[in-house]
């Protein structure tokens, strides 16, 4: 879901840099260094589920797992993320480092809202709580893209609404997916979920 480089304005360009920054910001300030193996080892599996592009219609669709970061990080997902999209971008040419800004924030913003939602269901319900962040998480980045789209050009209209209707299917996995991880550390490493890394 990566937005290529030369197509948004510089206004959009800049209010997503600014947004991301302050993200940043905050979830640096919140951070516990004592804790940040395991935000590597999150920002690590985003990095690398989102390497597999599987071709959908006009354009792919890959894993995102913004949602199983967000579960865990809070406010963590912002740099954890950040750095991961940094390196897509200088490894791979995924994004680029002008639009590095608007793709952090349209991929940690909405997994922040949904840690701060779903996690009183993480200990009670956890497959739920799990698969509402999960996909709520990428229905909100792909809805943050498609709308940076729109702002950018009106022409970018249609392709923002093919974008968001690509994603459905990986919206239900995403879910799926976040479910089966919470109730697997719920069962061998519950401290996982208790502690907290950014509050």
Known sequence: ????????????LGCGAAL??????????????SRLLTTA????????????????????VHLILNGLLGAFLGWGVFPALFVA???????????????????VF???FP???????FRPLFNSRPALGGFCCGAFSVAGAALLTA??????????????KILFLAHIPIILLEGLITALALSFVLKVRPELLQEKLFT
């Open 1 to 12: 879901m990566h937005i290529s480089e030369g197509i948004l304005s510089p206004a959009v």
């Open 20 to 33: 991301a920054a302050a993200g940043i910001a905050i979830g640096l300030r919140k951070a516990d260094y």
């Open 41 to 60: 080892v999150l920002a690590a599996a985003f990095f690398t589920g989102s390497l597999v592009h599987v071709p959908l219609g006009p354009g792919n």
């Open 85 to 103: 999209l940094l390196l897509q971008a200088l490894l791979f040419q995924f994004g680029g480092l002008t639009i590095l800004g608007v793709n």
């Open 106 to 108: 349209n991929m940690a």
């Open 111 to 117: 997994a922040l809202l949904c840690h701060y939602l």
């Open 147 to 160: 709308l940076a789209l729109a702002f950018s050009d009106e022409g970018f209209l249609g392709a923002a």
